[in-house]
C-alpha cells in the first residue's frame, strides 16, 4: 500500500458515504504479485487508514478471491463478498469491465503521481535493497512491512521463482 492507494481512498470517499475497499487475489500469497497474506494486506490497510485519520466507521475491508474456472463470474463474486454498493472505483480494465457486467457503475479514479507511486515498482526496490522504497509508503506501512521483514521476505519469493539467482 502506497501513497496512491491513500489518494485513491480519500478520492472515493469525496465521492460516497462509506467505503468498501475489496482485497482481490485474496487466496494468493508468498508470490511475486502478492506477497503479503491476505490477513496481512488488511492489517498494513487499517493501520494507514488509522494513522493518516480516515474515520474507519466508514470504511468496510471484504476479501476477494479471484474466480477458478472461466465459468465464474468474478463481479458476481464481487458482490456476493461486500456490502450493496452503488458505485465501484477502479482504473483496472478487467475490472471495470466484470464489475459493469453485473450492473455496477464503475468510475475510474485519477492517478496521484503513478510514475512514484506503483507497488510493482515498489516491490522491485525492495528487491534490489533500495531503501528509496520506504519514502513511497506512508510511515505505518513501512513500519509493518519492516516489521514482516518484507524485503527478505521478496528477496525469498523472487529466488524461489527462479526470478533472481542469488540472495
Known sequence: MHYGHLHAFKY?????????IAIGSSQ????????????ERMEMIVRA???????LKRI???????????????????LDRVPRVDIAFSNDPETVRDLRAVGLKVE???????DLYEATK???????GDEHWKLLVPPSVRDFLM?????????????????????
Not at 49 to 55: S, T
Not at 108 to 114: D, E, Q, T
Open 147 to 167: 516489521e514482516i521483514d518484507m524485503e527478505s521476505r521478496i528477496k525469498k519469493i523472487y529466488y524461489k521463482q527462479g526470478k533472481i539467482n542469488r540472495l
Open 108 to 114: 475510474g479514479i485519477p492517478f496521484h503521481r503513478r
Open 12 to 20: 472515493a470517499l469525496s465521492r460516497s458515504d462509506e467505503l468498501v
Open 60 to 78: 468496510y475491508l471484504s476479501s476477494v478471491p479471484d474466480t477458478e474456472s472461466p465459468d465464474e463470474v468474478w463481479g458476481e463474486l464481487v
Open 28 to 39: 494468493y500469497c508468498c508470490e511475486p504479485r502478492n506477497p503479503l497474506s491476505c490477513d
Open 122 to 128: 515498489i516491490r522491485e526496490l525492495m528487491l534490489r
Open 49 to 55: 487508514l488509522r494513522r493518516e485519520g480516515f474515520n
